[in-house]
C-alpha cells in the first residue's frame, strides 16, 4: 500500500511517498522504501508590524504535492502531516479562517510570560502541564490574542489540525501537538480547566483530542475532482514534527539520548511518564506527549537557526558547506554564545547579534564569518553536553550514546563535535527522521507493522547511519566552563 507523508518546517516542506517491502537480499527481512516527489520553500511573513505564516500557501504546496504523487502512479494511498508546533488558527461556524496564524517568533509575546504568571504561578503551570517555558508557547500567545477573535472562534486548531481540516472537513486537536500548547493537564490528559478559564476560553472551543494512529477522514470528494488527486484517506500521526522524528529515531537501547537537528536541536529522552517536578522545571526541561503513550522528556535549544540566519545576513553568499569549511578552519572555543539567549530569537541581523553578545561577555569581537561560524558549532555542542548533563541529574541514570537525526545528521563538524564535546558516541541518522516517523506512523495504522518497537528495527536495518567517537580536545574543559559561566551570568551578563 502507497503511503504519503507531508512534513512541513519553518523553513521549508516536503513530500515522500513510500512502502513497505521486503529487501531483495533478504525476503524475510522488510524495509521502507522511500521517494521524495516534491519539495518547497516556507517562511514566515511580515504584514503590519507582525509575523504571519502563509497557510493558503502550505495548503497549496500540499495539493501540488499530492498530484504529483498521481503522476507517480499513486492511486490510493494514506496520507499524513506533520509540522512545527504551539501556533493556531482560529476559524468560525462556517469553517472560515478568522485570522492568519501568527508566527512563533513575533514579538507579541514579549513580556506576556511573565504578566501571565502574575495571575497563576510558573510552578502551578509547570506542575499542571509539565511543559518548558518559552514565550512564543500557545498559552501566552493566546493570552494576548485579540478578545473579539477569540470570542469568535469555533473551533482553535494548530496548524497541522487545520491542514487535515482543509482537506478532510473533519476537526481534531492531535494530542502529541497540542501538548506543545502548554494547556493540555498531565493528569486528566485534557485541556486544563484553570488555564482556559483565565484565558476567557471553553473547552468546546478546541476539539476531540486523538492519538497517533487515528484515521481521521477521507479527502473530499469536490477536492479529489477539482484537483485530479490520489483516493486518500488521511492518518493523524505525530503531527509535531518532533514527535514524529522521535518516533523515527530508530532508540533501541533505553538510555539513549536523541538529538533532533534542524532550525531547533531538541535533545533528550523517551519516557513512559513525564518529570514535571521543581527539579525539571527549574532546569526548563518539557514533557511532551509522544507516539504510543510515551512522553519526550526533552529541551529545546535553539539549533541551525543560527547558521540559517547567518547565511541569509550574507545574502546566501556561501553554502552551508563552506561555511562549515570556514569553521573547520576556525580556532576551537574562542567565541561562544548561549544559543538560547532571547537575543538570537529573531534578531534583525543574526551577525550583529552574535559579535554583541561576546562583546558584552568579554570575548572580544569576532572579526571574520570564520569565526562566527565557529563560535555557532562549538556553542552548539556545548549546549549538547549542558543538556546531556542535566538530564542525567534530573533521571539519575547516566546517559548512552547520542542518536541525532534531521538535518544535522550532514554536518558532519557538528556531529563530531558533539560526540568531541560530550564524550559519547555519535550516530548520526537517518537524516529523515521525521518522514520516516510519519510514514511508520501510517503503516502502523494501515497493520503493515505491528508496534513502535517494530516500526524501529525494521528503520536500523532500513537507512545507513554514520558513526562518530569521541576525540578528547584537552582544552575543552576550560572552554565549557567558560561557557557555564554565561549561562550562569545571562545577557546581558551580571556586574559584579
Not at 499513486?74 to 496564524?101: F, H, M, Q, S
Request: net charge negative; aromatic share 10%; proline share 4%.
Amino acid at each position: 500500500m502507497d503511503h504519503i507523508a507531508i512534513d512541513i518546517g519553518a523553513s521549508g516542506g516536503r513530500v515522500f511517498t513510500g512502502v513497505i517491502s521486503d529487501d531483495s537480499k533478504s525476503l524475510s527481512s522488510p524495509v521502507i522504501k522511500l521517494n521524495e516527489i516534491y519539495r518547497f520553500k516556507n517562511s514566515i511573513v511580515k504584514k503590519q508590524g507582525h509575523y504571519f505564516w502563509d497557510i493558503d500557501l502550505l495548503f497549496e504546496h500540499i495539493v501540488k504535492g499530492l498530484k504529483e504523487a498521481r503522476l507517480h502512479g499513486v492511486e490510493k494511498c494514506t496520507v499524513g502531516i506533520d509540522t512545527w508546533g504551539v501556533d493556531y488558527v482560529l476559524i468560525d461556524r462556517a469553517g472560515e479562517k478568522i485570522n492568519e496564524p501568527f508566527a512563533y517568533r513575533d514579538s507579541r509575546t514579549d513580556g506576556a510570560m511573565e504578566s501571565f504568571h502574575k495571575i497563576i504561578p510558573a510552578e502551578e503551570v509547570y506542575h499542571k502541564t509539565g511543559i518548558q517555558f518559552l514565550q512564543f508557547n500557545t498559552l501566552y500567545q493566546l493570552s494576548v490574542h485579540d478578545r473579539d477573535e477569540l470570542e469568535r472562534a469555533w473551533k482553535i486548531l494548530l496548524i497541522p489540525d487545520y491542514l487535515y481540516f482543509l482537506f478532510t472537513g473533519n476537526v481534531f486537536n492531535e494530542e502529541t501537538n497540542a501538548s506543545t500548547t502548554q494547556l493540555l493537564n498531565l493528569d486528566t490528559k485534557d485541556f486544563d480547566a484553570d488555564l482556559l478559564s483565565e484565558l476567557g476560553l471553553k473547552r468546546e472551543q478546541f476539539a476531540e483530542l486523538v492519538t497517533p494512529g487515528s484515521a481521521v477522514g477521507k479527502l473530499k470528494p469536490e477536492l479529489k475532482d477539482e484537483y485530479d488527486l490520489p483516493e486518500c484517506e488521511f492518518i493523524s500521526v505525530a503531527t509535531h514534527d518532533t514527535g514524529s522524528a522521535v518516533l523515527g529515531t530508530p532508540l533501541l537501547d533505553d538510555d539513549s539520548v536523541y538529538l533532533s537537528s534542524g532550525t531547533w536541536s531538541l535533545m533528550g529522552i523517551e519516557s513512559s511518564r513525564p518529570v514535571n517536578n521543581s527539579e525539571a522545571r527549574a532546569h526548563n526541561f518539557t514533557n511532551e506527549r509522544g507516539a504510543g503513550d510515551t512522553y519526550r522528556f526533552l529541551k529545546n535549544i535553539t539549533g541551525l537557526w543560527l547558521i540559517q540566519e547567518v547565511k541569509r545576513n550574507l545574502n546566501d553568499e556561501y553554502s552551508f558547506e563552506e561555511l562549515m569549511n570556514l569553521a573547520a578552519s576556525s580556532e576551537k572555543f574562542k567565541f561562544l554564545i548561549n544559543c538560547n539567549d532571547a537575543c538570537f530569537l529573531n534578531p534583525p541581523d543574526m551577525i550583529s547579534a552574535i559579535k554583541e553578545y561576546c562583546v558584552q561577555t568579554g570575548q572580544g569581537e569576532p572579526a571574520t564569518i570564520s569565526e562566527i561560524a565557529r563560535c555557532i558549532i562549538d556553542s552548539l555542542a556545548f549546549s549538547y553536553r549542558y543538556t546531556i548533563e542535566e538530564i542525567e541529574t534530573l533521571t539519575g541514570r547516566p546517559a548512552g550514546s547520542v542518536n541525532i537525526i534531521g538535518g544535522g545528521v550532514k554536518n558532519r563538524l557538528l556531529c563530531q563535535s558533539a560526540s568531541d564535546v560530550t564524550g559519547k558516541k555519535v550516530t548520526a541518522g537517518p537524516a529523515e527522521a521525521t518522514v520516516i516517523g510519519n510514514m511508520a506512523m501510517q503503516m502502523i495504522a494501515s497493520g503493515e507493522i505491528e508496534s513502535i518497537k517494530e516500526a524501529r528495527c525494521i528503520i536500523s536495518n532500513s537507512f545507513d547511519r554514520d558513526e562518530y567517537v569521541p576525540q578528547k580536545d584537552p582544552a575543552a574543559d576550560d572552554a565549557y566552563m567558560k561557557f557555564n559561566r554565561q549561562i550562569q551570568n545571562g545577557f546581558p551578563p551580571a556586574r559584579e
